[in-house]
């Protein structure tokens, strides 16, 4: 998994880097930010837990806590369209014990560790003429997850729920960045995918400060709600479905070239 981050985070640097040499010749603008996710994640689980739990699980915030996710943005526009790249990479883990649940006796113990990847790309074009702020969003989003929840009940017994998914969505959204002066401006995004997923959906909103000579730096700060909804997630004779919510404030600092 972190070899792979690693990889994309190269392969986005190269671009960057061979995009930043031929800008000028090509008129192009480019944008990299980095940004800190403190994001709040709750994973829901919903299904037959396996050997020993006659009935179904209904765990709607299994995890619950604050996290701090890598996110790396990449965008290039020529004129009224472009295209961007965006990568999230959160590792979270938790543990609980249940005090009462219909399903299962006090005292039952659930020990989750869940990291997710999310890998998106895709491109854009201003319908309303190239110097509007709005933007349609067209893309594919790959979502990798490696799941695992213990529940061990009372009397030692020990049930798991494992899941190593590799899933993809093709997304439709929309973007408005509004200029509220010289050198302050706010950008809301909104986009809704699906595909192996059984729907995922994204709401962001940023406030950003221009400075610098060209105003070639932004600092951002703002909000964004992720919700995605897996069809059936784990092993097959698990038969569990999942629910991953990530929501928090975003701190990012742009660069233009």
Do not use: C
Request: charged share 25%.
């Amino acid at each position: 998994m972190t070899k792979s981050i690693l990889s994309a985070l190269r392969t986005i640097s190269v671009v960057a880097a061979l995009a930043a040499g031929s800008a000028q010749a090509a008129d192009w603008e480019w944008s990299l930010t980095p940004y800190l996710w403190g994001t709040e994640t709750t994973f829901g689980l919903e299904g037959d837990s396996g050997e020993g739990i006659e009935r179904d699980l209904d765990f709607p915030g299994l995890v619950d806590k604050l996290d701090f996710a890598l996110l790396l943005h990449f965008e290039g526009r020529k004129g009224g369209a472009g295209f961007f790249a965006d990568l999230i990479y959160l590792d979270t883990g938790d543990k609980l014990t249940i005090d009462r649940h219909p399903t299962l006796p006090g005292g039952t113990e659930l020990r989750t560790d869940v990291k997710t990847t999310l890998f998106e790309g895709g491109g854009f074009f201003r319908p309303l003429g190239a110097e509007t702020p709005f933007d349609l969003m067209l893309g594919l989003r790959t979502i990798k997850l490696d799941m695992e929840i213990d529940i061990e009940l009372p009397n030692s017994a020990m049930n798991t729920v494992r899941a190593d998914e590799s899933l993809a969505d093709i997304f439709l959204g929309a973007r408005y960045t509004l200029s509220m002066s010289e050198k302050w401006n706010l950008a809301l995004r909104g986009d809704v995918g699906t595909g192996d997923t059984r729907l995922t959906w994204n709401l962001s909103g940023l406030i950003g400060y221009q400075f610098g000579k060209r105003g070639q730096y932004e600092v951002l700060a703002g909000y964004r709600h992720m919700d995605i909804e897996f069809k059936k997630i784990g092993e097959a004779a698990s038969n569990a479905r999942a629910n991953l919510v990530m929501s928090g404030p975003l701190m990012g600092f742009q660069f233009r070239f």
